[in-house]
């Protein structure tokens, strides 16, 4: 049997019951669309993260696009942001009619190079839109600084962040704006799409309210356009409620997998993710290099080993943002390590067992390298 890179039946099958009662619950309530359960869930996780305001749409893709709408994001402005991400991330910005400019990543974290953000500002830049990749925060001090002295917003993208910290900080509680998925995969997923926008802005707040409701502030009435149907459905928001109260547990055993790993593989010639100092990471994925990524993946499949790539095409050589004028070299670091990352399963129900069996079938196959 495979082992797979991600893996939530198991999780289902701890949580068959509570999820079930979820979901009968809201088919009981007769409220399927903006009911007790979307406001519950909005309430709940802008508590977990200390306060503000959570806005629920229907998946972390609108997520991003109405948070940059609400903060002001027009056709033709530029917004700053990494090619080292999921494609989404850019897909939003492009939705929003504006223009995506990339910095290059840190070669160590692999996360937004904030020196090089402060030289990608032009008169047309708008905001800044820093990934939280895989699990561990971006450094926001300097970003925040850059977007007072300019003007600009900051928008956080979230979907692989939820419960990670900096500093302290909870991702999500920085900027104007953060988004976040649900995805069944997330470290807080689903059973379904979903997503969400935290804001410590009443405006911001109102303005995406609007934004995934038509334009609409009351039934039959748009106020503002464009407005969009964006809503996170109750089923959906009633299964997250009850996550949402394990999610300090999913992310100890993320933790608990991943020093397991820092363990077994030291030594084998893989580079294992490295921690920014003061980030919390909760390990959305676990990343690894190593420059032979193709043989390594190869043998682990033979041993029916699913290993995943995130990602194998940084988003400016992809052809459908050819437009962007992006060539071979101008993000050297993003390229290079497109040709050698890869993750491993990582899930909280992942038994000792099966992550030895992990450990061990890497210790072999690099071995022989």
Known sequence: MTLAVWDYLN??????????????????SGRLILGDSVRGFESEFAAYHGGGQCVTVDNGTNALVLALRAVGVKPGDEVITVSNTAAPTVVAIDAVGAVPVFVDVDPDTYLMDVDQVPKAVTERTRALLPVHLYGQCVDLAPLEECARAG???????CAQAHGARRDGRIAGTTGDAAAFSFYPTKVLGAYGDGGAVLTGRDETAAALRRLRYYGMENRYYVEATPGHNSRLDEVQAEILRRKLTRLDAYLAGRRAVADRYAEGLAGTGLVL????????????????????????????????ISLNISYPWPVHTMRGFAHLGYRPGDLPVTEHLAEEIFSLPMYPSLRPDDQDRVIEALREVTGRL
């Open 151 to 157: 003007g600009l917003a900051l928008v956080e993208d």
């Open 273 to 304: 993710p490295a921690i920014a100092p003061g980030n919390d990471h909760v390990y959305y994925v676990y990343v690894v290099r190593h420059p032979q990524r193709e043989v390594i993946m190869r043998e682990m499949e033979r041993r029916s």
């Open 11 to 28: 999780e289902f099958e701890a949580e068959r019951d509570d999820i079930l009662d979820a979901v009968e619950s809201v088919f009981r």
